[in-house]
């Protein structure tokens, strides 16, 4: 694959914003799907932002009777 | 959090827990948790199989949890604590699931057997924390470890593939190691007379 510059977001306004400057830049949260693309070369972004350190991970009964499940959710609790 | 951005071309410092120790490492962010282990850190127990997610020789531990390293990418591990199958047995001693799969005849020629014991230990855990897997029937009651039935341990190990086909005897090492008596691994060979 390609290399990459790495960050790790700090929070997701940080991520929205590092994404805005850099249209080839992808989110990373575990990889298997995306380091399983890179390594075929069907992605090859510039830049990495990982967004698995940030506080996605609810899940939130809303007042209208749905569920809001935060996009870093594992299927494994 | 400190943010840390790294240039294309140049390797970034990584500090890694591997096994207990801090490894200090300059790697480019694009090189897999796997290729760490075996190229940078001497660690060659865990393998490539496919290097595609797909057979789980390179199975690892990450906080406890089983880890395909061959798509974890090392930069982002920083601050986890990693275990390899190098990491499990106690200086001579092995780790109970090790020799569990000697007991058993958990494997032929060996090349998924680190992959397969370290998918064994998270799986322990992972049965002991009240997980679920995609075949348990009821979801408000996953098994316990006692009534883990020979289903749930293959769909629960279905990540790791054995080209040597041991998967008996991995199973009756997973039975052994959850108090099951596993049935024997001798295989009745003997070729009957047919009749006449």
């Known amino acids: 694959m390609n290399n990459f510059s790495y960050s790790r977001a700090t929070s997701v306004q940080n991520a929205v914003q590092r994404a805005s400057t850099d249209k080839n830049a992808m989110f990373i949260a575990g990889g298997t799907n995306l380091v399983d693309r890179l390594k075929v070369f069907l992605d090859e972004p510039s830049q990495l932002i990982d967004v698995s350190r940030l506080e996605m991970k609810q899940l939130e009964p809303l007042a209208s009777g749905g569920l809001r499940i935060g996009s870093l959710v594992p299927i494994q609790p | ?196």
Do not use: W
């Open chain 2, 1 to 196: 959090m400190e943010v840390t951005q790294s240039t294309v071309s140049g390797a970034v410092a990584v500090t890694l827990n591997v096994n207990g120790k801090k490894r200090s490492l300059a790697i480019e962010p694009r090189v897999t948790l796997l290729d760490t282990l075996r190229e940078h850190l001497g660690l060659t127990g865990s393998k490539k199989g496919c290097d595609h997610g797909q057979c789980g020789a390179c199975t690892v531990l990450v906080d406890g949890q089983r880890v395909y390293s061959c798509l974890a990418l090392a930069v982002m591990q920083e601050g986890k604590e990693i275990v390899t199958i190098e990491g499990l047995a106690k200086d001579d001693v092995l780790h109970p699931v090790q020799a569990a799969f000697i007991d058993n005849d958990g494997l032929q020629c060996g090349y998924c057997t680190p992959g397969q014991i370290c998918a064994t230990v998270a799986l322990l855990d992972e049965v002991k924390q009240g997980s679920s897997s995609a075949i348990t029937p009821n979801l408000e009651h996953p098994p316990q470890l006692a009534e883990l039935s020979e289903a749930e341990i293959k769909e629960r190990l279905s990540g790791n593939l054995c080209r040597c086909s041991a998967y008996n005897g991995i199973v009756a090492a997973v039975q052994q190691l959850v108090g099951q008596t596993p049935p024997s691994a001798a295989a009745d060979v003997m070729v009957k007379e047919m009749p006449a």
